[in-house]
């Protein structure tokens, strides 16, 4: 059976020149299901071009083979690069307290490199359970200072996981970033009822080589919140141009906005400038001021690992 209608859809998965597609229709559960489609032929838009997370105008739609052509693609709001996903609308950033160690320069340029895609960006703590309640208190007040919102996870603990799971119920699509061994997989696999990825001790990381080839995909944790299940994901090396690089930092441009500090230049860098107004008196700003220092032209390079 055929559908003569067009519908909006969402894409959940990828793979060579098929795509499988959400088809958001409350009102006919036949097409609450996942479709699989090809790109129209003669669109203006390339087959590249269309990325998990894309909203997608569907049409031809075949009820028995489950099958539909993209015919358009919505205007997005983001895409993340490596992995490619479209429409985030939340990053959380994993990493570990202990096995292996908090690094603090590292969580900093995750966030920075979180913190371009202008979405909110949370820090998660794992494996709290390594570590004392004294130093789990004095880590969330580290980061909140950094001006972050801090989950700590403790296996050992249930309801740390289960408030987790609430938060990101309503979120509309959240990644999880982070370190390798940090645990990333080891929360998705608790969180994706199914998902059954494989998990390493850190020691086996280096010499297993890298994470099977799989397609990034969406999974659905209610009816409007997605989350992205990635193969292993580390942070690229970004080229940041440090005029931007103050509006990465929540302690420099919460000053700049929320207390109206107006330094003599609008292009103040904060750090020799005359006339300088921000208070620097926070933790990150050796981090910062670091960046600006190294960096030979007006790109600093935020290295992956
Ligand atoms: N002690 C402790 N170990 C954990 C926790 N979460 C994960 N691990 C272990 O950390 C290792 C790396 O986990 P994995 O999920 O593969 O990390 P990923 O590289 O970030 O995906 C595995 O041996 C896990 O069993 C935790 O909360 N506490
Ligand atoms: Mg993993
Ligand atoms: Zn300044």
Redesign the pocket.
């Known amino acids: 059976m055929k559908v003569d209608k067009k519908y909006k859809g969402l894409v959940t998965k990828k793979f060579n020149e098929f795509y499988l597609v959400e088809l958001k229709k409350d009102d006919n559960s036949e097409l609450k299901k996942n479709f699989l489609c090809k790109i129209k032929k003669s669109v203006n838009f390339r087959n590249q071009f269309v990325f998990v997370g894309d909203e997608v105008i569907v049409y031809q739609i075949d009820l028995q083979s489950k099958r539909a052509t993209i015919e358009s693609l919505v205007k997005r709001t983001n895409l993340l690069e490596r992995p490619s996903v479209a429409n985030i609308s939340n990053i959380y950033i994993?990493c570990?307290v202990?096995?292996p160690k908090l690094n603090l320069s590292q969580v900093n340029k995750f966030l920075i490199s979180a913190e371009r895609m202008g979405v909110e960006v949370s820090l998660v703590l794992?494996?709290?359970?390594?570590i004392t309640e004294q130093k789990r208190l004095l880590l969330i007040d580290k980061f909140q200072q950094w001006g972050y919102r801090v989950i700590t996870?403790?296996?050992n603990k249930p309801d740390d996981l289960k408030n987790l799971l609430i938060e990101l119920k309503k979120k509309k699509c959240s990644i999880f970033m982070?370190?390798?061994?940090?645990?990333?997989?080891?929360?998705?696999?608790m969180i994706i009822p199914g998902l059954d990825?494989?998990?390493?001790?850190?020691s086996n990381?280096i010499k297993r080589g890298k994470n099977t080839t799989r397609n990034v995909e969406l999974f659905s944790l209610s009816s409007k919140s997605y989350i992205v299940d990635t193969p292993?994901f580390n942070m690229q090396t970004l080229a940041i141009d440090i005029r931007e690089l103050p509006n990465l930092y929540p302690e420099i441009y919460k000053q700049l906005v929320n207390e109206g500090i107006n330094c003599k230049f609008r292009n103040c860098l904060h750090v020799n400038d005359q006339g300088c107004k921000l208070n620097k008196n926070f933790e990150r700003y050796t981090f910062y001021k670091e960046m600006i220092e190294s960096s030979k032209s007006h790109y600093c390079l935020i290295q992956g690992d």
Do not use: Q, R
């Open positions: 994993i570990s202990e096995e794992t494996k709290c359970d390594l996870l403790n296996l982070g370190p390798s061994g940090v645990g990333k997989t080891t929360l998705l696999n990825n494989t998990t390493a001790p850190v990381k292993g």
